[in-house]
């Protein structure tokens, strides 16, 4: 792919970012940018570019994964308008955190309302009503009637880490399976189960041990090569081998999934691996650890994607829309008797908005 000669020479990106903004492009942005580049659909000048020289300075290119060159002014509902005016449909949903909407007005009252009251006091050491309050209502609304309790956090990635902590104490065993191009985060335990791709891990040595790996039930790029339901589930038939020759599953804390496996392809696995999965980790007392921060809160047309296939985990993480933009995530698991409540942290803020929030995805989910 040719980047634009503005783009390349005022930016001057590095080797491996221009390397990794071509992979990306190559997947669909390639011909918006080769139109952007072209200045046919939209305005992009020195103004633009200027802002991206900045960021190219001071901040790390490790946590920057540049689709193309927008830099956002506002935004309302679906649409993204940037700093050129140019204005964007945004099918992204912000990596899917606003499902209901930029600046959606319930959400701005609620957070306004509560600026108003106080911005933050710990929950750890005093109580307050929207804390409690969301709690309840996560309860209300994730799969499962058995007893749950929340724990709350500031990113999906630590929710991960302790789902993980979480089962881990509960069961008293140390063994996580995930799944190969699994995505979980970047924080220490969330990338220990991570399985997307060697450059995740690369030259990061403080990873948990313990963490084994299996297919996912991907029927599009069988790691078989064959076709479901002919197939007769072989990637289900690796864990049988793998708990049978390798891991004594009594030693099996948790198996670690994604409903709909995200950043691999948007992958849906067929009900009956789903069916299969439940009835060995029932038999082995095996925690299942739902990671719903990409698909919760209506993304797959149901509040959780676990609903579609009437899974009800034990640990269900949650983030990105659970806030609608706001930096907050939480975790709902069941009432452990041995594991107390892994970190605190929710500030009444994100709490006080994101219980409009749920109202209005939950009132959409429900039909009313």
Known sequence: MKLSSKFSSTTNYTRKQINLYTKLTSRG???????IAKEKFVKVTDKT???????KEHMSFTTRVPYYPLVVDKARGSIVTDIEGNEFIDFLSSAAA???????????????????????YTPAYMYHEPHIDLAEKLIEITPGKFKKRVAFGLSGSSSVDGAIKAARSYTNRKKIISYLRSYHGTTCGAISVSGYGP???????SQLSDIEFIPYPDCYRCISNQKYPSCNLTCFKYLETLLDTVIPPEEVAAIILEPIQGDAGVITPPQEYYDRLVDLCRRHNILIIADEVQTGFGRTGKMFACEHFN???????????????????????LLFQSAEELGTGADELIEAGEIDD??????????L
């Not at 942005?29 to 139109?35: A, F």
């Not at 269900?316 to 907050?328: E, Q, R």
Request: charged share 25%; net charge positive; glycine share 10%.
């Open 49 to 55: 570019y200027s802002i991206i020289e900045r960021e």
């Open 199 to 205: 450059d995740m891990k690369r030259k990061i040595n």
């Open 98 to 120: 606003v499902n209901t909407g930029h600046n959606h007005p319930k959400v701005v009252e609620a957070i306004v309302g509560q600026v108003n009251k106080f911005i933050h």
């Open 358 to 367: 749920i109202d209005g995805l939950y009132g959409i989910h429900r039909g």
């Open 311 to 333: 899974l009800e985990p034990d640990i269900i993480v949650l983030g990105k829309a659970i806030a609608s933009g706001m930096p907050f995530k939480g975790k709902v698991k």
């Open 29 to 35: 942005v390639k011909y918006l940018n080769n139109q």
